[in-house]
């Protein structure tokens, strides 16, 4: 599936483009209901969709929504409500790819669509994934699937190479802040590269690594990614997912085990935090809540 350079790139930056994974038939039938969830969202004034394991919003909202100006900036595990999003992520060519790298077994832990429209504001700021959602070893990959063309344009993502060997703390005074020290974002800015893609290509992301991204501030172009969580599945939860879906620890490849791997170490464990929104927890306001004078 993968050949030699491309583990070794992925080993060496925490991180590996590959091209045209998506057909356009896929994502297709996934843009549909993106648009679908959109239209819904225009009959809401604040975050909804509370049918979820831990009782959090779904649908998030950036602040500024309206049914004229819709800005549905994500929805947490599209795959828990729609058999389009659980073909691709469970099936076929994205597992597969995944497995190469931590298989041959290997678990999905959840998913979120992330989406930047023509001039909204949600960026997200520099952060690991593995803090998140600690576990009992490292072997974990985040995969991120652009489902519009994707540049500086419109809000990409920013990575930091070679991140995923390095360590910074996500909480500050003792609170989990779901990024790093705010002082180190122009340090990253300085190292990262910016993901540039066409739709239908994927990122695959070691768990460790650092990553960003802007407000879009194209008048017309969308910046649609569908990100996935997946983990050895010999790795097994320091603490409750923080985005819980219904198939939490289904097997994608290879076969289950009762029996944890550990890794040599410390790591920081959080307590899971009230706000319906990752963007709320980074400072970002949503729709419905007053603004700050």
């Not at 879009?216 to 969308?222: E, G, H, P, T």
Request: glycine share 8%; aromatic share 8%.
């Amino acid at each position: 599936m993968l050949s030699k350079s491309d583990k070794a790139q992925f080993d060496r930056d925490g991180y590996l483009m590959v091209p045209a994974l998506v057909s356009d038939g896929v994502r297709e039938s996934l843009l549909k209901e993106i648009d679908l969830w959109v239209a819904e969202s225009c009959n809401h004034s604040a975050n909804y969709g509370f049918d979820t394991p831990d009782g959090k919003a779904r649908f998030d909202l950036e602040l500024g929504h309206s049914a004229v100006r819709p800005r549905l900036r994500r929805v947490a595990n599209p795959a828990d409500i729609s058999q389009s999003y659980q073909a691709l992520l469970f099936e076929g060519m994205v597992p597969e790819v995944v497995a190469d790298l931590i298989g041959p077994d290997v678990f999905f832990h959840h998913c979120k669509l992330n989406n930047k429209f023509p001039g909204m504001k949600a960026r997200v700021e520099y952060h690991a994934d593995h803090p998140f959602d600690p576990h009992t070893n490292d072997d974990g990959v985040t995969v991120l699937i652009l489902l519009d063309d994707m540049d500086e344009g419109n809000g990409c993502l920013r990575i930091v190479p070679g991140s995923h060997q390095e360590r910074y703390t996500h909480f500050c005074d003792g609170k989990f802040i779901g990024s790093t020290d705010p002082d180190l974002f122009d340090s990253f800015d300085q190292r990262a590269d910016s993901i540039i893609g066409k739709a239908g290509d994927v990122c695959l992301m070691d768990i460790w690594t650092l990553h960003g991204g802007g407000p879009n501030l194209s008048q017309d172009r969308s910046r649609r990614v569908l990100i996935t969580d997946y983990r050895a599945a010999d790795a097994f939860a320091l603490a409750p997912p923080i985005v819980p879906s219904r198939f939490y620890r289904k097997i994608v490849a290879g076969k289950a085990t009762h029996v944890a791997r550990l890794r040599e170490g410390t790591m920081e464990i959080l307590e899971h935090y009230s706000d319906d929104s990752f963007f709320g927890l980074q400072g970002q306001q949503t729709a419905g809540e007053a603004q700050s004078s």
